[in-house]
């Protein structure tokens, strides 16, 4: 007993010596020896929690921007916070500093990022894809989405996404989420490959998704392929628009069948919920503004069938406006891959006072480019900017500026070599369905408040009911 004792405490003041070993050296290393980052005179938000930094503020508030749109009216638009165990992360939604982030290829997908894109879409996804094998298979795929190709695409496929997608994937965010990702940024890729086959529910959810994904867009293309071999027509959706340029396309860049079965979970998840989500949040803001929704109406009755969409300066007000209020990535991580200087619209005031004017970064900074904040910046879209005011497109209000993203000067479809593939698509499936159901249903707020809607950011910003569950409460009468 003695001996055992006597154990006890050698092992114990072994183990308190080395605890306390370890954490001196911890502090020195904290303190002394890693190298000082080059963002901290940059000010920012008081810290609410070393182990979450703002990150539990910034995804998880009741309705997203609750502290983000303060913090941008206080300290401008950039900004440092903290990351969860003390990672300086910079905010920016100063448009100048956006567009040298998405145009240049210093910056790209954070590795947590990355990895999720792998877990969720596959690794022939486009946006998984880096270097060469993203230009090639970008310009491949530009081919079936182009402005000509994009008025053939029929609307069977959005039926199919949306089967597929709610039947697959219910997942929300959590702190344990966000915990994960800071834990995961500092792991080697090896240990988040190997923890994906873990049999977790989570990772077995996304291992279906992909491996459905990935067996539904080979049936697609087999069947496809047999149909061109007896003569039939295939160019009538986005498989037969690409199969067709690659057997145009007599260089070796085009795509192969299985790298366009590959990009299936991408067009599922990423195209089809996006726009859902979209239209949602137009109709939310119809049944809030009724003079509005009965202008728009107006607007559709007026075209009598004719309709040409992009004609239609109400309707495509609405959607510029729905989209400046509620992009789908109200963020966007990045990572500089080298060290680089950050330019700036306008200086901004260091914590010594110092006017800085564009911001040195040292290789691995973490930067988030805040689209949803820069899509509040009063300098661009007027003083009413939180308010959904489609007009401010049509009076002049919103003026022409640097070029943030292909659409309206948005940074809702990002911008630069990660842009948006299906942006056209997205917004003519926007159009024709607003105008399908304003020209056709009135929507109006329900009388209960309990279904008072918010944005939340669920992997992509979703309107939520107050019982947690995705989804919209409207009330909708057929017009007389
Ligand atoms: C309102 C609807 C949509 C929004 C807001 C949206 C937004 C975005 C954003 C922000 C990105 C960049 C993601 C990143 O940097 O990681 C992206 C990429 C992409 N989107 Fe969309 N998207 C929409 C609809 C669609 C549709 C309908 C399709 C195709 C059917 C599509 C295909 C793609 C592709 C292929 C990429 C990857 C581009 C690349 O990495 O080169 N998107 N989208």
């Given at each position: 007993?003695?001996?055992?004792?006597?154990?006890?405490?050698?092992?114990?003041?072994?183990?308190?010596?080395?605890?306390?070993?370890?954490?001196?050296?911890?502090?020195?290393?904290?303190?002394?020896?890693?190298?000082?980052?080059?963002?901290?005179?940059?000010?920012?938000?008081?810290?609410?929690?070393?182990?979450?930094?703002?990150?539990?503020?910034?995804?998880?508030?009741?309705?997203?921007?609750?502290?983000?749109?303060?913090?941008?009216?206080?300290?401008?638009?950039?900004?440092?916070?903290?990351?969860?165990?003390?990672?300086?992360?910079?905010?920016?939604?100063?448009?100048?500093?956006?567009?040298?982030?998405f145009?240049?290829?210093?910056f790209d997908h954070t590795p947590i990022l990355q990895h999720t894109i792998y877990l969720i879409e596959g690794e022939q996804s486009l946006n998984y894809v880096q270097g060469?094998t993203h230009k090639r298979l970008r310009a491949a795929m530009n081919?079936g989405f182009?402005?000509?190709?994009?008025?053939?695409?029929?609307?069977?496929?959005?039926?199919?996404?949306?089967?597929?997608?709610?039947?697959?994937?219910?997942?929300?965010?959590?702190?344990?989420?966000?915990?994960?990702?800071?834990?995961?940024?500092?792991?080697?890729?090896?240990?988040?490959?190997?923890?994906?086959?873990?049999?977790?529910?989570?990772?077995?959810?996304l291992?279906?998704t992909r491996?459905?994904s990935k067996?539904?867009g080979?049936?697609?293309?087999?069947?496809?392929?047999?149909?061109?071999?007896?003569?039939?027509?295939?160019?009538?959706?986005i498989?037969?628009?690409l199969?067709?340029?690659?057997?145009?396309?007599?260089?070796?860049?085009?795509m192969?069948?299985?790298e366009i079965a590959g990009q299936t979970a991408l067009f599922l998840l990423a195209g089809h919920e996006t726009?859902?989500?979209?239209?949602?949040?137009?109709?939310?803001?119809?049944?809030?503004?009724?003079?509005?929704?009965?202008?728009?109406?107006?607007?559709?009755?007026?075209?009598?069938?004719?309709?040409?969409?992009?004609?239609?300066?109400?309707?495509?007000?609405?959607?510029?406006?729905?989209?400046?209020?509620?992009?789908a990535l109200?963020?966007s991580e990045r990572?500089?891959?080298?060290?680089?200087?950050?330019?700036?619209?306008?200086?901004?005031?260091?914590?010594?006072?110092?006017?800085?004017?564009?911001?040195?970064?040292?290789?691995?900074?973490?930067?988030?480019v805040?689209?949803?904040?820069?899509?509040?910046?009063?300098?661009?879209?007027?003083?009413?900017?939180?308010?959904?005011?489609?007009?401010?497109?049509?009076?002049?209000?919103?003026?022409?500026?640097?070029?943030?993203g292909?659409?309206?000067?948005?940074?809702v479809f990002s911008g630069g070599h990660r842009t948006c593939l299906g942006w056209?698509f997205s917004?003519?499936?926007?159009?024709?369905?607003?105008?399908?159901?304003?020209?056709?249903?009135?929507?109006?707020?329900?009388?209960?408040?309990?279904?008072?809607?918010?944005?939340?950011?669920?992997g992509l910003?979703?309107?939520?009911?107050?019982?947690?569950?995705?989804?919209?409460?409207?009330?909708?009468?057929?017009?007389?």
């Amino acid at each position: 007993m003695g001996n055992t004792l006597d154990y006890i405490a050698k092992y114990d003041t072994v183990y308190g010596s080395a605890c306390v070993g370890m954490f001196v050296i911890a502090t020195v290393y904290y303190y002394v020896l890693r190298p000082r980052s080059t963002i901290s005179s940059i000010v920012g938000p008081p810290l609410p929690s070393w182990i979450f930094g703002h990150m539990l503020q910034l995804m998880l508030p009741l309705q997203y921007g609750d502290h983000e749109f303060q913090w941008q009216k206080t300290y401008g638009p950039v900004y440092r916070i903290k990351g969860c165990f003390g990672q300086d992360r910079l905010m920016i939604s100063d448009p100048v500093a956006i567009h040298y982030i998405f145009n240049t290829t210093t910056f790209d997908h954070t590795p947590i990022l990355q990895h999720t894109i792998y877990l969720i879409e596959g690794e022939q996804s486009l946006n998984y894809v880096q270097g060469n094998t993203h230009k090639r298979l970008r310009a491949a795929m530009n081919a079936g989405f182009n402005a000509t190709a994009v008025r053939k695409y029929q609307p069977v496929f959005e039926n199919l996404a949306c089967e597929l997608y709610d039947s697959t994937i219910t997942s929300s965010l959590s702190a344990t989420h966000i915990l994960a990702d800071a834990i995961g940024a500092s792991l080697p890729s090896w240990v988040l490959t190997a923890a994906s086959y873990l049999p977790t529910s989570a990772f077995t959810v996304l291992r279906k998704t992909r491996f459905l994904s990935k067996q539904l867009g080979s049936r697609i293309i087999r069947d496809k392929m047999d149909a061109a071999r007896k003569g039939l027509d295939v160019d009538n959706d986005i498989y037969g628009s690409l199969l067709i340029a690659g057997q145009l396309d007599a260089r070796k860049s085009a795509m192969s069948g299985d790298e366009i079965a590959g990009q299936t979970a991408l067009f599922l998840l990423a195209g089809h919920e996006t726009a859902t989500n979209a239209v949602s949040f137009a109709l939310l803001e119809l049944a809030r503004n009724p003079a509005i929704q009965e202008q728009l109406r107006a607007e559709i009755n007026e075209t009598l069938g004719a309709v040409a969409y992009d004609n239609m300066p109400l309707l495509n007000a609405v959607i510029k406006e729905t989209l400046r209020l509620y992009p789908a990535l109200p963020t966007s991580e990045r990572i500089a891959l080298s060290d680089a200087v950050i330019p700036l619209n306008g200086p901004v005031t260091s914590s010594e006072g110092e006017q800085i004017t564009a911001i040195p970064v040292r290789k691995g900074q973490l930067v988030t480019v805040a689209t949803a904040s820069y899509h509040r910046l009063a300098s661009r879209w007027g003083n009413d900017s939180d308010e959904f005011r489609p007009s401010r497109w049509i009076d002049g209000t919103v003026r022409d500026g640097d070029i943030i993203g292909p659409y309206a000067n948005l940074g809702v479809f990002s911008g630069g070599h990660r842009t948006c593939l299906g942006w056209r698509f997205s917004i003519l499936e926007i159009q024709v369905l607003l105008c399908e159901l304003i020209g056709k249903l009135s929507f109006t707020l329900p009388a209960d408040s309990d279904n008072v809607v918010r944005a939340k950011c669920v992997g992509l910003l979703t309107p939520t009911l107050p019982s947690g569950e995705k989804g919209l409460m409207l009330r909708v009468n057929k017009i007389a």
